[in-house]
């Protein structure tokens, strides 16, 4: 079966422009976990969908970022006025619900100039 | 302070040797679940283990296998018989059962296996 697949794999954007990062979980999978990761670093926790909902959004680090999930299955985590500290990988997880493992996904790359 | 600290940011061994990657961690909670994942030079975050907090028993999972010392807070993964594909980055995780489904990483080993 597939797994999580995210896209683009990179993107490059000028600084103050508008990103839109997507995620596909493995199916049937009820829960979604966006993280940064700047290099060097381990992931950093951004938000959690369970289902449709954000679960959790704590770890979003301003209101330029926010992320979708409107059919529980798909999520976009868009970034409004980008700046060059934005850049890092961004990874997406899944995982089912009773199930404590989460599957990764191979990460976007986002660099702003 | 950090929840999850991995003192080493890179590590050798030769090839087919044992070697520990070391994981201490900071929790309050009584019940939390412990992780490690592998992070190959192409970025996929892999699963290799998993450890509750309740778990009385060590977890293993074919070569590795995770040193879990609740009393000292520590969470060593011990991979043995190393090969050269194990040459990636490493990295302990934390789940509190307080703070639902958040993830908290290490800032990860960089392990390298020698011929």
């Known amino acids: 079966g597939a797994g999580v697949s995210q896209t683009p794999s990179n993107k490059v954007t000028e600084k103050g422009k508008y990103v839109e990062l997507r995620c596909d979980p493995i199916s049937g999978h009820t829960a979604l976990y966006w993280y940064r990761q700047s290099l060097g670093q381990g992931p950093e926790f951004l938000i959690y969908?369970?289902?449709?909902?954000?679960?959790?959004d704590s770890g979003l680090p301003n209101d330029r970022f926010f992320a979708v999930r409107p059919e529980g299955s798909v999520s976009t985590l868009k970034i409004q006025r980008t700046e060059r500290g934005d850049s890092a990988v961004y990874l997406c997880?899944?995982?089912?619900?009773?199930?404590?493992?989460?599957?990764f996904g191979p990460g976007t790359r986002l660099t702003v100039l | 302070a950090q929840k999850i600290t991995q003192t080493q940011p890179g590590m050798f061994v030769q090839e087919k040797e044992a070697v520990t990657l070391d994981c201490t961690y900071d929790t309050s909670d009584q019940s939390y679940g412990l992780f490690w994942y592998k992070q190959p030079s192409s970025g996929e975050m892999i699963f290799l283990i998993y450890?509750?907090?309740?778990?009385?028993q060590n977890a293993t999972e074919g070569r590795y296998s995770l040193n879990f010392q609740k009393a000292r807070k520590s969470a060593n993964l011990v991979i043995s018989a190393s090969q050269l594909g194990d040459s990636a980055m490493y990295f302990c995780?934390?789940?509190?059962?307080?703070?639902?489904?958040?993830?908290?990483f290490g800032t990860g080993t960089s392990l390298t296996v020698i011929p």
């Open positions: 450890q509750g907090s309740y778990d009385e």
């Open positions: 969908f369970q289902g449709t909902g954000a679960a959790d």
């Open positions: 995780a934390m789940r509190e059962r307080n703070t639902g489904n958040q993830f908290y």
């Open positions: 997880a899944s995982s089912q619900w009773d199930y404590n493992e989460q599957f």
